[in-house]
């Protein structure tokens, strides 16, 4: 048995023994206080049942003991609330002498083995809340686990509520126009950030902050809505979003004012101050606001996109053919100067609430190519081609359609682990989300659309997929900035040509102001929506009753913000190799090197199966790794790569420039002898996409 299961064993004996105690205690003479030894005065036990002795206590023998073991009662909360428990259980049988207690050390003895127990319980108390944060588990199930382990683990809390430190309120205000509202605090949240144990470090004493707020639906079956206003520190290690303030609602907030009336005066206040981060005192500037186009609007107080003057960066006024489409591309651009004094009239429906923030509405709020160009643009081609919507003349037929699915779904065996969904039929688009689409603008669309579309709505397409992949690349994004937005002002223009002059809605008309905001925030991913997607995602999962959903949310951030250090621990594994094994290839001069079948660096996977094992050289040659090497296992520091280029590698489409100067390339199934790369080599992980008899490299963006 081993010493934990002692202790506890020891723990549970003691409680009987003390219950015992409890229920003897009336037929206990007065007289017997002289049977209790003097060097247990100082127990717990003894000291408050100081009449009662151990000889009175009567168990039937069972278990002997014959080694000091050292009980542990841990905290006053637990011997309080173990007692009911208890009386409900058989007490075990044991034969207990009160010589056997003498080497037993009570509570409040300092052996080094007790603190260790109670280190170990700590350790246990503080996995099981991480376990219970990490997987959501309903606090009536950790509760019923804690009544399974409370025998086990006498340092457990009775109730999920107190293992997870859930706050037993929150401050949420009736708006006056519907619909409630909790401000968590943007200081608040700021300080959690970079004071708690994240290890986040700001490059700079200066915050750069990006805001997002958005509307999320709750449940299929009611209108209720989440708007969360979300805020993420740009210039800092972590650089995870964070909750600033929610509002919930049958519908959108009324009033956009009243809505953001606490974040704007809190923001104001922190641009204006600063904010004392450990005794210093940082600066707080506003990098961007990313929100979809109708959230912008309802934010920034100006029509909505399927209004007249909609568009944010330029006075195009638009035409209504059954929708308004916006058909120039050349109309004066909007200023940050134009709009605070509201020079357009038919572009603002009311003054901005943001206003007091001092922000550029026009050059600090991104078009979000999340929305714009992922689900807005690329869908909109996929259904033009797929039908039923769109001119006729740019749909393909049943049988291209069908091949177009079947080629995407051939992919699905090379597409690299980095990818959390895989290529699906093309029948299944409308329910395609943004990642998906922007899978298939970047990756798959240009290799399987290739034979299928005609070529010249393929190089229409191309010109697209290349300005995007251009401004998503931080290495390209401002040194080819110009040349993209050539490209998409020839995209757009060309557009009526192929799908009639209905493409030039909102979304297609804004792809020319998309190098703009690249130019002014950085690349596309800088101000896309994709990072505040998945934490709007977390929190739609935090709600697990339609009851007080704000409420909710809070409590369960509240709970998570205590396990955070040690959910933070593991996520900062930077490198490190998995799966040893011993098959090979490896050169004679490494025979001594451990090999190994997965490589994990900082955000990205590289291992030996297909579609994860393909890179690009700091060089720029594309090549497969076929075994990774370290000299042990504890200096994967200096791992190495066998890696085997390919024979032959070139362009794999020359429009609109030839693929080689982004790191695309068509390459043979050749494989030249093998070598060795030190991970400082790898610039890129990359895609290999199957084409006829050869493949298509494609570097990761992401
Ligand atoms: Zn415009």
């Not at 708006?175 to 943007?186: A, D």
């Not at 003349?393 to 049943?398: F, K, S, T």
């Not at 697209?464 to 900035?481: G, M, T, Y």
């Not at 004679?588 to 094992?613: D, M, P, T």
Request: charged fraction near 20%.
């Amino acid at each position: 048995m081993s010493k934990r299961k002692l202790a506890s064993s020891y723990s549970t004996l003691r409680r009987q023994v003390r219950a015992q105690v409890h229920a003897d205690l009336c037929s206990v003479a007065a007289d017997d206080c002289s049977n209790v030894d003097d060097d247990e005065s100082g127990d717990e036990f003894l000291t408050t049942n100081s009449t009662a002795s151990m000889a009175d206590v009567e168990f039937v023998p069972n278990i002997s003991l014959c080694d000091p073991i050292h009980i542990h009662l841990s905290d006053d909360s637990y011997e309080g609330d173990d007692n009911a428990g208890d009386h409900n259980n058989h007490p075990p049988q044991c034969d207990l002498q009160s010589s056997d207690f003498a080497d037993c050390h009570w509570v409040g003895s300092d052996t080094d083995s007790e603190d260790t127990d109670c280190d170990e319980e700590s350790d246990l108390v503080g996995q099981i809340n991480e376990w219970a944060n990490k997987y959501a588990i309903p606090h009536v199930a950790v509760t019923e686990l804690m009544h399974v382990l409370k025998p086990h683990l006498p340092a457990l809390p009775n109730c999920a509520r107190t293992l997870l430190c859930t706050p037993r309120n929150c401050s949420v205000k009736q708006l006056k126009n519907g619909g409630e509202y909790c401000h968590l605090g943007l200081a608040k949240g700021l300080q959690e950030m970079l004071i708690s144990g994240t290890n986040t470090v700001v490059q700079t004493t200066c915050l750069k902050l990006q805001f997002n707020v958005d509307g999320v639906p709750l449940f299929k079956s009611s209108n209720l809505a989440l708007w969360p206003i979300l805020c993420r520190i740009k210039n800092a290690d972590n650089s995870e979003p964070f909750v600033v303030g929610i509002y919930c609602g049958n519908e959108k907030p009324a009033d956009a004012t009243e809505f953001l009336a606490e974040f704007v005066a809190e923001a104001s206040d922190l641009a204006d101050n600063g904010i004392s981060i450990c005794g210093e005192i940082n600066r707080v500037e506003i990098h961007s606001f990313v929100c979809d186009a109708p959230a912008r609007a309802f934010v920034k107080g100006i029509k909505c996109p399927s209004g007249y003057s909609a568009c944010e960066k330029c006075t195009e006024h638009g035409d209504y053919q059954n929708k308004v489409i916006y058909r120039h591309t050349d109309a004066p651009l909007r200023t940050n100067i134009a709009f605070d004094e509201m020079a357009d009239e038919n572009h603002h429906v009311g003054p901005c609430p943001l206003k007091p923030l001092k922000v550029g509405c026009v050059s600090q709020f991104g078009l979000d190519y999340m929305h714009l160009v992922c689900l807005g643009v690329v869908r909109r081609l996929l259904l033009y081609w797929k039908g039923p919507v769109g001119p006729l003349c740019a749909r393909l037929g049943r049988r291209d359609v069908d091949r177009l699915s079947q080629k995407l779904v051939l992919l699905c065996p090379n597409i690299p682990s980095d990818f959390v969904r895989k290529p699906r039929s093309v029948s299944e688009v409308m329910r395609w989300k943004a990642t998906e689409f922007r899978q298939f603008l970047l990756y798959t669309g240009p290799v399987v659309l290739q034979d299928i579309l005609s070529e010249k709505m393929y190089h229409h397409f191309m010109l697209l997929s290349v300005a995007v992949r251009i401004l998503a690349c931080p290495k390209f994004a401002l040194s080819f900035c110009d040349y993209a937005h050539e490209l998409l002002v020839l995209f757009v223009n060309e557009a009526e040509q192929l799908y009639g002059n209905e493409i030039y809605v909102y979304n297609v008309h804004c792809l020319i102001h998309l190098a703009n905001d690249v130019r002014n925030l950085g690349a596309l991913d800088e101000f896309s929506a994709f990072t505040f997607e998945n934490k709007l995602g977390q929190l739609k999962k935090m709600i697990r009753k339609p009851q007080y959903p704000i409420q909710q949310i809070v409590y369960r951030l509240t709970e998570k913000q205590k396990s955070k250090s040690v959910i933070c621990d593991q996520a900062n594994e930077n490198l490190s190799v998995k799966y040893e094994h011993s098959t090979g290839p490896v050169l004679a001069q490494y025979r001594s090197y451990r090999q190994y079948r997965c490589l994990h660096a900082k955000n990205c996977n590289i291992s030996l199966s297909q579609g994860n094992n393909c890179i690009l050289t700091t060089e720029g040659y594309p090549t497969v790794v076929q075994n990774i090497l370290s000299p042990s296992a504890d200096d994967i520091e200096q791992v190495l790569l066998m890696c085997q280029s390919f024979v032959t590698a070139e362009d794999a489409f020359s429009h609109p420039l030839p693929s080689s100067r982004l790191g695309i390339y068509k390459v043979s199934n050749k494989l030249t002898q093998l070598f060795v790369l030190p991970l400082c080599s790898v610039a890129n992980k990359c895609t290999l996409l199957p084409v006829k008899d050869s493949f298509v490299v494609f570097p990761l963006l992401h």
